[in-house]
Each structure stands twice: as structure tokens, then as C-alpha cells.
């Protein structure tokens, strides 16, 4: 295990996780609306992209989720994904496809989105550093996998979206098909493990939640944020060689 790279990692994804507040703030918005460039508060206009203040200059109102919590996640997903691989050539495609995850995540927790120019940057950075070590090492089965199990998972994703009532949107279905891509690379266990641990996940964050109170039966919850994390544990799992994956 290389410890400074995964101190590097873990640094990268802190700094990431800063930065994730703004820009989820600015993505927070309906289907088909520009992003966010003022106040809801008190319309103080402010249209960066990068901001580590979460505060309004105008009303000193939070723009955002929570930045320590921006800051923990980003983190731990680069920091795992660093110790999962190691010095790995594929390591940045998978850093970045964590990267894009986290803001996804709090984009999803905000507004029950998943924006498609989002899931398409993990796409192709993802599968490009797929594609590019593929052809480094022409080799190119762990590819081919890889894009089956994008498949696998678009389509059975497809088939629970299109069951009526299904709690889950099209957006999930096309981020089930980015992390079938990258859990596929890694084989079928971790497939098989990503396709399950979400629900692992959030099965009992929403008993929690309705015995809590703080969700009813109608209450819509995100499923990106459990796909997201399931993938990750999926991927450290299958990285680490628990009995399962011998
Ligand atoms: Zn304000």
C-alpha cells in the first residue's frame, strides 16, 4: 500500500470537496434552467464557478451544502479510490469519475437531479483513461467488460425506470451505466456487488429517515448518492480481496 499516494489523493479530494458547495449551488436547478447566479435570499448577483465562501456577500446566507461535509466526502471518496488502487494507470480516470460523484451527490440531495453534462464528463473521462491504458497495453478485454457491464446496468436500471410507480429517474439510469462501465473494468463480482450495495445503502437510510420523521411514504428520495457510495465500497471491495472475491 503506498501511503503518500493515498495522502495525495485524499489532499486532492479535500480540496475538491471545498470547492463542491458553489459549484453544486449553481447546478441546483430545475430541468432546462441556466445555473443559479443570484441569491435566492437576496438576489445579491454572484455568477463564479469557483469559491471556497459559502456565505452570501449580500444577506451572509449559506449558498449550498454544507462545506465541512463537501470537504469529508471529497475526501474519503478520493482518499478510498487512492487506496484502492495504488499506483494504478487507471487510477485518475476513476479519481475523476469520484470527483464528479461527490458534486453529483449533492446536486442529486438538493434538487433530485443528476445533470447530463455531469454523468457525460464522468463518461468520458472515466472510459477515455479506460480506452487509453487499453491501448497502452493492448489489451483489451478488461475494456470489453467494462462496456458490458455499462450495459448490464443501463439496462436493468432501464427496466426498473420504466416499471410504473418506480421510484427512480433517467438520470440514475444513465449514472448506473458510467459506474457499470468503471465497475466492470474490475470484473464481475464488483458488478454484481455495485448493482447491490445501493440498495444495501439506502434501504436503511429511508427506514431512518420515515422513523425519524423527517420522510412519509411519498417522500422522494435520491438514489444517486447510494449508487455513487455502493460503487465506491463496490470498488474498494473488489480492490481488496475479501473472501468474496478471492
Ligand atoms: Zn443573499
New binding site residues.
Given amino acids: 500500500m503506498s501511503v503518500s499516494l493515498v495522502v495525495v489523493t485524499t489532499v486532492l479530494g479535500a480540496i475538491v470537496g471545498l470547492l463542491t458547495p458553489r459549484v453544486t449551488w449553481r447546478l441546483s436547478v430545475e430541468y432546462g434552467e441556466p445555473p443559479r447566479s ?7 448577483k ?1 455568477d463564479s464557478w469557483v469559491r471556497v465562501r459559502v456565505a ?6 449559506r ?1 449550498g451544502p454544507r462545506p465541512w461535509l463537501t470537504t469529508a466526502a471529497g475526501a474519503l471518496t478520493l482518499g478510498a479510490l487512492g487506496w484502492a488502487f495504488g499506483p494504478d494507470p487507471v487510477l485518475p480516470g476513476y479519481l475523476a469519475v469520484g470527483a464528479i460523484g461527490v458534486l453529483l451527490a449533492f446536486v442529486d440531495l438538493a434538487v433530485l437531479r443528476l445533470p447530463d453534462p455531469l454523468v457525460a464528463a464522468a463518461a468520458v473521462l472515466g472510459g477515455g483513461v479506460l480506452l487509453l491504458v487499453s491501448l497502452l497495453d493492448w489489451s483489451f478485454a478488461p475494456l470489453l467488460r467494462a462496456l458490458l457491464g455499462a450495459a448490464v446496468l443501463f439496462g436493468v436500471y432501464l427496466v426498473i425506470a420504466l416499471i410504473p410507480g418506480a421510484n427512480l429517474g433517467f438520470g440514475d439510469v444513465k449514472l448506473s451505466a458510467v459506474l457499470g462501465l468503471m465497475l466492470g473494468w474490475l470484473g464481475w463480482p464488483a458488478l454484481v456487488f455495485g448493482l447491490l450495495a445501493p440498495h444495501l445503502l439506502n434501504g436503511p437510510v429511508a427506514l431512518f429517515l420515515l422513523f425519524t420523521g423527517k420522510a412519509g411514504r411519498g417522500t422522494d428520495l435520491p438514489l444517486g448518492p447510494a449508487l455513487l457510495a455502493g460503487a465506491l465500497v463496490a470498488v474498494v471491495v473488489a480492490r481488496h480481496g475479501l473472501p468474496l472475491f478471492g
Fill in positions: 443570484a441569491c435566492e435570499n437576496c438576489n445579491h454572484s452570501c456577500p449580500g444577506c451572509g446566507r449558498l
